[in-house]
């Protein structure tokens, strides 16, 4: 079957699907793309780069640091008690399945 048939539209008609971008392969593009990658690789760079970054996190409170670590762990406590009593009942159930 064709697609016409189907009733799929060609994807010039489709709304929400952006156009291909052009690629630009200027020898601009090229030396901006080098100068950016012999400064990235710059420990010096890297380090201020990221001392800026590190700057604009919002870090949790004490309080909120703890409550949350508090609420991890008691639900990985919760899940293992659960997974648990799940394993104990399913030997129970082997057992009742399959004497030896």
């Known amino acids: 079957m064709a697609e016409e048939e189907l009733g799929f539209p060609e994807?010039?008609?489709v709304s929400g699907i952006p156009e291909p971008l052009e690629v630009n392969s200027g020898d601009?593009?090229?030396s901006n793309a080098t100068s950016q990658?012999?400064?990235?690789?710059?420990?010096?760079?890297f380090l201020q780069d990221t001392q800026k970054e590190?700057?604009?996190?919002?870090?949790p409170s004490r309080q909120?640091?703890?409550s949350e670590s508090l609420a991890v762990i008691a639900m990985v406590a919760l899940s293992a008690t659960l997974v648990?009593?799940?394993d104990?009942?399913?030997?129970?159930?082997q057992t009742v399945v399959f004497p030896s």
């Open 54 to 59: 590190l700057g604009q996190v919002t870090w």
């Open 84 to 86: 648990y009593f799940l």
């Open 37 to 45: 990658t012999k400064e990235s690789l710059n420990p010096g760079v």
């Open 11 to 13: 994807p010039s008609e």
């Open 88 to 93: 104990d009942l399913f030997v129970k159930m």
């Open 64 to 66: 909120q640091l703890i």
């Open 28 to 30: 601009q593009t090229r």
